[in-house]
């Protein structure tokens, strides 16, 4: 006979006690391995190959995307676009981290710069990728650029590479668009 809280949980459609939740929710061992499966996994050395970063591997990349670049003074990829330049960048003390980053053609005097900030947060509170801020110019002029920063030090296949670098670059193209509507 079941208690009247074990009836109450089982027409509920919950287990009717600690026990049945275990019996019904714990691991079953597999050919004597706690986790299930053997002792002695097969492990494939094969498989997609793994590459970080680099000038050439991003030209690449680029290449794929159907994207046309040129090389900058400091060896990074620029790409133009309308309103707007996107840099792909490589930093860091063993250049595996990438920056992905667009700087947006249209500049504005430093009297509109708190508006600008106000513009720029409202992107950053709306958005979760492509982080944006201001930039003010040896010029006096202030810019907008947003960006996106991965360490790949660890290196990665190379689908995934070209995958990211596409949503990247879209995303920034999506800010430069943005900006363009409000500004």
């Given amino acids: 006979m079941f208690s009247r809280k074990a009836r109450r949980r089982r027409s509920a459609g919950l287990p009717s006690s600690p026990s049945a939740v275990l019996r019904r929710y714990a691991p079953v061992r597999l050919r004597g391995h706690p986790i299930g499966g053997s002792a002695h996994p097969r492990v494939s050395l094969r498989g997609p190959a793994k590459v970080r970063p680099t000038p050439v591997v991003l030209a690449g990349v680029l290449a794929e995307l159907g994207v046309r670049y040129t090389v900058d003074a400091d060896g990074d990829l620029?790409?133009?676009?309308?309103?707007?330049?996107?840099?792909?960048?490589?930093?860091?003390?063993?250049?595996?981290?990438?920056?992905?980053?667009?700087?947006?053609?249209?500049?504005?005097?430093?009297?509109?710069?708190?508006?600008?900030?106000?513009?720029v947060d409202d992107w950053n509170r709306s958005r979760l990728s492509g982080k944006a801020y201001t930039t003010v110019g040896d010029d006096g002029q202030v810019g907008l650029c947003a960006e996106h920063v991965f360490d790949f030090s660890l290196p990665v296949e190379r689908q995934l590479l070209v995958s990211m670098v596409r949503r990247w670059i879209v995303s920034l193209l999506r800010f430069s668009t943005w900006v363009g509507e409000r500004v």
């Fill in 78 to 119: 620029c790409s133009m676009w309308d309103g707007c330049r996107v840099y792909l960048m490589l930093t860091g003390p063993d250049s595996t981290v990438l920056r992905v980053l667009v700087v947006v053609e249209r500049r504005a005097g430093i009297e509109d710069k708190p508006w600008l900030l106000d513009l």
